[in-house]
């Protein structure tokens, strides 16, 4: 990419590509949920948390994994939240 294409925003086909196929990855490994459903997870987890506890929302971290179910590689979804407290209201 030289630096004319670079300030003006342009990308690669092959840059495009593989930024699409991240997001596929992504929202596989998921479980499914797309990002707006997860911001608005989020948005709604914090509006009950911060009734009680002060917390750092610019560094809350909400996402959904697969995890392994048993020996029969069955797998369920999990939510995982990492809410930075500050202190208890």
């Keep these: 990419m030289d630096l004319f ?3 003006r ?3 690669k086909s092959k840059t495009i590509a593989k930024n ?3 997001l596929i990855l992504v929202h596989d ?3 499914g949920y797309s990002t707006q459903v997860l911001e608005k997870l989020k948005i709604e987890m914090l509006a009950v ?3 009680y506890l002060e917390v750092d929302e610019e560094q809350v971290e909400i996402k959904m994994i697969k995890m392994k179910k048993n020996e029969q590689n069955e797998t369920e979804t999990a939510l995982v939240a990492n809410v930075p407290i500050k202190r208890m209201k």
């Design 29 to 31: 490994k998921g479980g």
């Design 9 to 11: 925003g342009e990308q």
């Design 49 to 51: 948390i911060t009734k």
């Design 5 to 7: 294409s670079f300030l």
């Design 20 to 22: 699409r196929l991240k």
